[in-house]
């Protein structure tokens, strides 16, 4: 029998496979590939997504509070939000706690995912318990989408590639925890509490100034080739223009290009919007730093060192099928 | 150390003791503590649901195939979008799924998923795959409200009880295949595929028919509680008028009113809505029965036999934290 496991498959392989086979449908006007959905209900357009927090998968219970847990499960689907340029409006948690899960641990992971919610303008309005040998947080959140909202295809050859804040700093932090999971740190503080880029997110794309745009979560490098692949683009990154701390930078030369948990905005922005692009970016509320640009679909997705030389990857990204089990 | 753990609380401890802290804000017109959760963006009046499937809390693999599971993972969400009236539009899924899972059935899991939202009227729209040891999905659903949804809470004193469909079977269901795997027939069938009663919820609402309704999911005696609690009401239910089949009859005097995952609807019709239901009868999609009435708050919540006598029940329903472990 040589049925392919998920394992072999990876992540992108079985969303690649099988999720384009979605037909969009009356009222879906961005269907499954892209952050969001987003779909039409009368005459408001909505953006609904989903994301999971899985103990042992992405996270050990030791390295964060159940408080800071059920702010990131929050967060980290605010993200998807964020990429789109959209607003949060309503979260529904689906979780799944062992028996023995002590309730004033639920009762702070209930409050930490309502606290994060209502910090960005959001509420959480509705759950779902389950009993799980594995604590698991799965929330979906619907959003207001912005009038265009930003899509991962739109990328032309020409357009230059900016990230918003820091790379590396959680993926460092993920490092620390797995080292010693009382570890401290800024790093460390990253990796706990992600910062879903609503405020960019919304000026790009109420200002029409990207021509794409997704978050990173899986490692610049992984991400980038979604961007590209939507776009039927190519991209050059330069390397040493990755946005990241002397910490990150110091610590290991791949783990701004394929660490994991960013949560940053990966963009594309056409020449002609770089005026705007500057004149804004006070009010994006995070810097914002051009990284490379795009190339045409042949050339491929390269780094590039400061003399111009391709960089090596030895691994693209966080894909936690293709991950070894810690 | 005398923390309270879930098991001791329970699930609907749980949801009572700190579901309704969560403030209803803005565009929030129904919060966490119904069926679906009631949001306004702009002039259209939204439902959110989300519910999950957890392996070996609420199947085994050898019980159905993947595809027949992503069905039901779907299923049991539009049926709290039923018992507010409403229409499922929309779904994401959140997986969780081991490394080893054969994409295959990941594919099928997906088929069933994305068959079972479009005979109901709605799609699939995305979604997410984590990494887990036990397989997990989460749906999340977002439906279109009827003009006037119908909440838990409504019910008065005088109101007559009726439940859609037949009680107990998807329960015997269960019990078969914990038996043996491979057992078929209707009540196997049913414990695999729910009916959500989406025309009838519809009809019912539309109609202004039913002053409170809630799907039954955790057996009859336990959400007849919720829908209970939420009005300020007692209730009576004639056990003898329990709509079951002969073999449900045959099995148990209990799992009708206590077996769980019936997923048809409870509702409270007030004596002037009577002709109007008569009428709309043929065109709920399923019989519809009388099961006994509402009556005040210090009554309590009774089940009575044929002679008029309580009937003492041992387990109030399905708890799956507070149920021992299969």
């Known amino acids: 029998v040589s ?7 990876g992540e992108f392989g079985f969303l690649a496979r099988f999720l384009p086979r979605l037909p969009r449908g009356r009222g879906v006007l961005i269907g499954a590939g892209d952050d969001c959905a987003l779909v039409q209900m009368d005459s408001r357009r909505v953006l609904v997504t989903t ?10 219970k030791q390295w964060m509070s159940p408080y800071q847990l059920g702010r990131k499960a929050y967060l980290v689907s605010a993200s998807d939000i964020a990429a789109m340029g959209g ?3 309503f979260a529904v948690v689906s979780a799944g706690v ?3 899960y002590p309730s004033r641990d639920l009762d702070a992971l209930h409050r930490g995912l309502a606290a994060a919610a209502r910090e960005t303008g959001a509420q959480l309005v509705g759950g779902n318990l389950s009993r799980a040998d594995a604590l698991f947080l799965s929330v979906a959140l619907v959003g207001e989408a912005p009038a265009q909202p930003i899509e991962r295809r739109g990328a032309k050859p020409g357009d230059l590639l900016f990230v918003t804040g820091r790379l590396g ?3 460092l932090g993920l490092r620390q925890l797995r080292r010693d999971p009382g570890a401290r740190g800024a790093a460390v503080r990253r990796f706990r509490e992600p910062v879903p880029r609503l405020r960019a997110g919304a000026v790009l794309a109420k200002n029409h100034i990207a021509s794409a745009m997704i978050d990173v979560s899986d490692g610049l490098f992984q ?11 190519g991209a050059r990154i330069e390397l040493s223009s990755l946005p990241r701390s002397a910490q990150v ?6 783990l701004a290009l394929a660490g994991g948990e960013d949560y ?8 002609r919007r770089l005026a705007r692009l500057q004149r804004l970016r006070p009010t994006m509320g995070c810097p914002i730093t051009r990284i490379g640009e795009v190339t045409p679909l042949a050339d491929g997705v390269r780094v590039v060192d400061a003399r111009g030389a391709s960089v090596a990857l030895r691994q693209g990204g966080f894909d936690h099928f293709a991950a070894r089990r810690r």
Do not use: I, M, N, Y
């Open 51 to 60: 994301d999971a927090l899985v103990e042992d998968v992405h996270f050990e």
């Open 3 to 9: 049925a392919t496991k998920l394992a072999q498959l």
């Open 87 to 89: 607003r949060p409006r």
């Open 223 to 233: 991400d980038l080739g979604h961007l590209c692949r939507a776009s039927g683009v």
């Open 249 to 254: 930078r110091a610590a290991s030369e791949t």
């Open 98 to 100: 062992p028996p023995d």
């Open 169 to 171: 700093e959680a993926a």
């Open 264 to 271: 940053e905005l990966l963009c594309a922005v056409p020449p």
